[in-house]
């Protein structure tokens, strides 16, 4: 058998996992959904709340999920405490977090109940594997949502700077949205490689995309005609257009301010290049970018959609691929479809 990669898709309520091993069928890899670590995370400050308590969050920035149990904990009369790197993953203004209640702390406070924080624990991963019955892979990659850090400037913007890099820097070519150097700004990313030791990383988004690719069907269709792939995420909706193996435009909104007919309405104007990117950013979207379109992509007609939420376009003319054969770990094989274009698989 060839190398072993793990492959992670780490979300806000699950955490889908792929065990990739070279040379063997794809039916015959080793899947698994499990938790996210932010879940898991809530679960256990919940558990605190009900016996009473303060708790220390330790350890490393990673997905926020959990303030959902942080600030009940604290209404319920106890004290959260934070070291300043593990309070990054509630908010990068620190200031304005110790004026919600949190409490900065180099140490542990005495009477304090640590809370570990990472996105990836190689410990846990280990004795998970190893009572499976698997080894230790030779490569770990992952992906995470990272709005990234911009002080001074809007999330927004400055997270949509990723995808302006991809289609102005990297001439859009999917597979540069699989960083072996993370750029700065994206904080929880770089958490996440040195969590998983140094493997590549990327964008949950860009890796459920990625994922669309995985699907040889897709991707021969992509070099006849441009394709539009959108992936319906819980909480953010990402579309590329792609042809012959480029992306010529971006489009990112949040999903909590779709309905149907507004998604479509979108999709319609950002596949004939109609779509700016100040009428998204108005609308409380991240933007859309879109470059100059090539008569031979058609108009990016077929439309494949993905994501937890992808119902959302239900009756509308657009396709629901399963890559791998299970839609739930797209993001998976994104990050191996991404490791295959590099030509590192």
Known sequence: MGRKILSLDIGSGTQDVLYYIEGVEIENCFKFVLPSPARVVGGKIRRITGTGGDIYLTGKNMGGGFARAVFPHMEA???????PRSALALGD?????????????????????????????????????????????????????????????S??????????????????????????TVP?????????????????????????VLGCLFVDKILEHSHREGICLINVGNSHTIAFLLYKGAVFGVYEHHTGNMTPEKLWADTLLFR????????VFDDWGHGCM??????????????????????????????????????????CFGLIKGLQLQGRV
């Open 77 to 83: 009369g106890n004290k959260v405490y934070a070291h």
């Open 93 to 153: 203004d620190l200031k304005r977090l110790e004026s919600k209640g949190i409490i900065l702390s180099e140490s542990l406070p005495a009477g304090c109940t640590p809370v570990h924080l990472c996105d990836f624990d190689a410990g846990w991963w280990q004795c998970f594997l190893a009572a499976a019955g698997l080894e230790y892979p030779d490569l770990v990659t992952a992906s995470v949502q990272d709005h990234g850090y911009h002080p001074g400037k």
């Open 155 to 180: 999330n927004r913007i400055g997270r949509f700077n990723l995808w302006k890099r991809l289609l102005i820097d990297h001439d859009g070519r999917p597979e540069s949205l699989l960083f072996d």
């Open 184 to 208: 700065e700004e994206f904080t929880r990313m770089a958490e996440l490689q040195d969590s998983i030791g140094g493997g590549p990383v990327s964008d949950t988004g860009a890796a459920a």
């Open 272 to 279: 004939s290049g109609k779509l700016d990117f100040q009428t």
């Open 290 to 331: 879109t470059l100059e379109l090539p008569e031979g992509a058609n108009g990016f007609t077929p439309t494949y959609v993905m994501g937890p939420k992808r119902s959302l376009l239900q009756g509308f003319p657009v396709e629901f691929p399963s890559p791998g054969g299970d839609m739930m770990l797209a993001g």
